[in-house]
């Protein structure tokens, strides 16, 4: 799999024009993101990813990140991820994995 790893230090943001949906893991560190139609940031710690839809992603923190196009037979539907939300907030358990729907031109 190709994937692109990138160093973000205090300060700097890295502006992405996906074509196609990307995976974007946090390796170190602490990074958010804003992606999709919402608009909102999510933040992940290390071992946490979200799935973009196509459109302009902006991410910003510290840390190190990879980014690879997502695998399209992994994609949650919408009522199966909302499910795991609730089941996650039920639990007190971290999910993995942030979905962002729509996309986005910033």
Not at 35 to 64: F, K, M, N, R, T
Not at 68 to 85: E, N, S
């Amino acid at each position: 799999m190709t994937y692109a790893r990138f160093l973000l230090y205090p300060g700097e943001v890295l502006r992405v024009d996906g074509r196609e949906r990307l995976a974007i893991r946090c390796e170190q560190g602490r990074i958010w993101l804003t992606a999709g139609v919402e608009g909102i940031d999510h933040y992940l710690s290390p071992g946490e990813q979200a799935i973009c839809d196509s459109g302009c992603i902006l991410v910003e923190g510290q840390g190190v990140l990879t980014l690879a196009a997502a695998a399209h037979d992994r994609r949650l539907p919408t009522m199966i991820y909302y499910l795991l939300l609730i089941l996650q907030r039920w639990l007190h358990q971290p999910f993995r994995t942030q979905l962002i729907r729509g996309e986005s031109h910033v």
